[in-house]
């Protein structure tokens, strides 16, 4: 089973739920790996997939070792297509497809993390959300308690109504919570929204996390 992350914009969460719904599966025993679609702004190993691992609070992996958890690692901070032409990359998705394949034989769960959001650009002419609709991966999609999160997760939702994407969870991450207000109508008209235009969608709270305690979250398939 592979489950596509993406979030409503860069600063939403991504990295951090997908850490947390891998550490949720495997303290029920269910065996779960994270996937990085494509890193940029670092060397070496993926630095979101370093991220997922310290908050599974395992190692990292002969697969995070040999670039099958992130076959794209390049080095300017910026979206795919333009840090791919900085570094003179070539991405062919067919290598990530790859990859996906080979830990889905090794897995119960792959949690494949995008790039910022839905409509990042991989190339010129091609975006994130292609490649989920072509796949017809089920959509965890990341929320933010941000003011202006209401804006961007809608549009966000109908991006994926539009486009035909299964949004099996939404991820609402309390994180910043600058304001009670803001955070708790925001999900309340989420949550609304959710009943009346994706009823099968499961809808998620996740807790601010403090201290770097992290903390199982009610993540279910």
């Known amino acids: 089973m592979i489950y596509f992350v993406s979030g409503i914009d860069t600063d939403a969460g991504k990295s951090i739920v997908t850490g947390l719904i891998a550490r949720s599966l495997r303290a029920r025993g269910v065996n779960t790996i994270t996937q990085k679609f494509i890193q940029t702004g670092c060397v070496g190993i993926s630095e979101d997939i370093l991220k997922h ?3 599974m609070g395992i190692p990292v992996q002969d697969v995070d070792q040999d670039g099958t958890t992130c076959p794209y690692v390049m080095t300017y901070p910026a979206s795919p297509h333009l840090a791919a032409e900085i570094d003179k990359v070539t991405i062919d998705l067919r290598r990530v497809e790859e990859s996906s394949r080979k830990l889905e034989s090794l897995y119960d769960v792959v949690l494949l993390e995008g790039a910022g959001g839905l409509y990042v650009p991989v190339t010129r002419s091609y975006f994130t959300i292609d490649y989920i ?14 003011l202006g999160s209401i804006n961007h997760t809608l549009l966000s939702l109908e991006a994926c109504r539009y486009q035909g994407i299964r949004v099996s969870h939404l ?11 803001i ?3 925001s999900i309340t008209i989420i949550r609304q ?3 009346e235009h994706f009823p099968a969608t499961k809808l ?4 601010v996390i403090k201290d770097g305690n992290y903390v199982d979250i009610p993540f279910t398939m």
């Not at 089920?138 to 308690?145: F, K, N, T």
């Open 133 to 146: 609709r072509e796949h017809d991966y089920p959509l965890i999609l990341v929320a933010s308690s941000k």
């Open 53 to 55: 691992r310290e908050i």
């Open 183 to 185: 955070t708790n109508d």
């Open 171 to 181: 991820m609402y991450n309390r994180f910043p919570n600058d304001s009670e207000w």
């Open 193 to 195: 929204y959710l009943a």
């Open 204 to 207: 998620v709270d996740v807790p």
